[in-house]
Each structure stands twice: as structure tokens, then as C-alpha cells.
Nanobody, 125 residues
């Protein structure tokens, strides 16, 4: 059973940085690559795609317009993790951040089969 675990959330001031990590466990099928992406959600709003890895070596990425130039998604193969480096944070980045994974690339659509429990990010002005 695939399990995703997010870590690294917290509270920062405007302009600060946070590094989120998503570790994947329980996936053992070498025939299909597990693609990962980050989403965020605030109460009362739909889940929003933030960043995604679109190929099997992490060289092709996609970002929401709202985070381009500030967030960077990457793979940490040694830790079997997907990392989201968030810089120049703004109050509007405040949300619960979720990691998602699937053997199909859903880009930034919230159609991934596997989800973590989320980690809270709060940015104060």
C-alpha cells in the first residue's frame, strides 16, 4: 500500500522560506514510475495544484502561475522524497499542503490516487 508522508510545514513571516518534503513508502512496482505533485487547500476553497514532476528523472516540472519563480520542486532520490522549496513566501501562500502520487501524470489536476495527510504552512504579514 502506497503511503505518503509530508513534513516541513510551519509558521514564517512574509518573505521567509520553508522546505517541504514528501516521502513515499510501500510502492514496489519497477514497471511503473510514481509521479508526484504538491497541492494546497484553504478551508472553503478547492484544492489547488502548486507544483508537479512530469517525468521520471525530475527534469520536467510544472508550476501554478501564483508560485512561479518562488517555489521549486525536485526529487531527492537518496531519501526517496519529493521536495518543495518555498521562498519569498506571502500570506496568500497560507494553506494545508498535500503531496500526491500516481502512476499517471495528472499535471496539476487533483486526480492523483494517493495522498498524504498534509502539512500546515502559515505565513504572517
Amino acid at each position: 500500500q502506497v503511503q505518503l508522508a509530508e513534513s516541513g510545514g510551519g509558521s514564517v513571516q512574509t518573505g521567509g522560506s520553508l522546505r517541504l518534503s514528501c516521502t513515499v513508502s510501500g510502492y514496489n512496482d519497477p514497471g511503473f514510475y510514481l509521479y508526484t505533485a504538491w497541492f494546497r487547500q484553504v478551508p472553503g476553497k478547492e484544492r489547488e495544484g502548486v507544483a508537479g514532476l512530469l517525468d521520471d528523472d525530475g527534469s520536467v516540472t510544472q508550476y501554478a502561475d501564483s508560485v512561479k519563480g518562488r517555489f521549486t520542486i525536485s526529487r531527492d532520490n537518496a531519501q526517496n522524497a519529493t521536495v518543495l522549496q518555498m521562498d519569498s513566501l506571502k500570506p496568500e501562500d497560507t494553506a494545508m499542503y498535500y503531496c500526491a502520487a500516481d502512476t499517471h501524470v495528472w499535471y496539476l489536476a487533483p486526480r492523483y490516487r494517493h495522498w498524504g495527510q498534509g502539512t500546515q504552512v502559515t505565513v504572517s504579514s
